[in-house]
Structures are given as structure tokens and as C-alpha cells.
């Protein structure tokens, strides 16, 4: 694996960087809220007396360092991928024992990457063709220092493989264990397209809800995506 030291790090700073959620999330209402994070501790505690699935709801709050917490209007959408983390949900830089906040700096790219795997849940489970669950667009702002894999150096091969996460898992489990704060990356799935995984919420400011979508599966890959809200559909052409 390439020493984290040898990669270079680059200022990220992009408006309206794109996130695709599965829409079935909720806000959490603790996060939500205007209350400081110092005292969500407090709050817990006493909510837990009349609601002992709370827990539940927000998560493994320490998986995330006080100082690192966000809290207002659309903070669920950057704490949430932190609290609710399990190693049966891997993902590229993480086994899943800890959280990373994915986002693209387009559309495109977000979109070519949420159906790449959504496919392969769906071929994975059978699923009829039809289509399938609604999805979310969440638009945020990212202002980080990244290790920046953009280059595609050749000791990063292995990093950027398209299929094989071991070597990704084991450079993102080493960058954060060496306190960075995440990395920049190409997409491997849309041509062009750029990536963040960030370590910690604190990194990416305003998030806001965009629009809902739908993905239909024809059996064999998702080919279309439809606007929830204005009824429009959209064919998914895959470029080489």
C-alpha cells in the first residue's frame, strides 16, 4: 500500500457537490435542531426517559468527536453517514466500522454512481424489473483539505481499482488513522467526473434538499431515472 505521506493533498472547495440518498432516510430530529452540540449528551439522556429507541434514530453519536458535530437546518444529511455505520455496509475507503461522507462534483457523476450500485443490489436480490425506490439529491458545499488521488499515479492502481475495495479500505482506515481529513478521487464510474470521501461532517456546510428521483431496473441494469416531481424521464446512455 502507498504511504499516506507520499500522496499529495489539495484545497477542495465546490459549490453545489452532489449526494445521492435513498429517500426512505428521515431527518433526525437531534441534529435538526438549533441545540449546540455539547449538549446533545444532555438531551439524550433526559428524551431517552420517555423514548428508549432514540438510540436508534441518531446512531453511534461517538463515532463522531464533539468538536466535529453540525447541527441546523439539513445537518442529518452530513451526520448521518457517521452515526449509522456497520461492517455489513462497506463501502470504498471504509470496512464500514467508521463513516465517510461521499459526494460528487456533479450531477452526472453522482447520479452514474448510485445506479452502479443500486444494480448491483438489485441483480444481487432478483429483482423484477420495474420501477424501484425513490431516491434524494442532496446539495452541499465541501471546503476540505483531501488526499488527492487524482492523478492516477500508477502506485495507486490498486487504490483505484473499479471492483476491489481491499486497498482503498486499507489506505482510507490509514489516512484516518494519521488524522486526515479524507480524499479527492476520479470517479470510476462516470468518465471525468470527481469524487470526495470526507472523514468528518464538519467538512461539507449547506446542505439542501434537490430533487427526488426514481430508478427503474430493467432486469438487468437501471436504464432509466424519472423526476418524482415534474413526471420527466430520463434514459441513462453508459459511455465507455
Known sequence: MIAPERIARARVEWNGAVRIIRSLYPPIDLFEDIADPADWPLLIAAEQKTNPRLMETIGALDLVPPARRVAGPGASYLMAPFTHVSTDRPSRFTDGSYGVLYAANRFQTALFETIHHHARFMARTREPAGWTSQFREILLDVRAELHDLRGRAPALAAVLDPDD????????????????????????????????????????????????????????????????????????????
Open 165 to 240: 475495495h481491499a486497498a482503498a479500505r486499507a489506505l482510507g482506515a490509514a489516512l484516518r488513522g494519521a488524522g486526515a481529513e479524507g480524499v479527492v478521487y476520479p470517479s470510476l464510474r462516470d468518465a471525468g467526473g470527481e469524487c470526495v470521501g470526507l472523514f468528518h461532517p464538519d467538512l461539507a456546510r449547506n446542505p439542501r434538499q434537490g430533487r427526488h428521483l426514481d430508478y427503474h431496473w430493467d432486469g438487468k441494469r437501471v436504464d432509466l431515472y424519472r423526476d418524482a416531481a415534474s413526471g420527466e424521464v430520463f434514459r441513462i446512455v453508459e459511455t465507455d
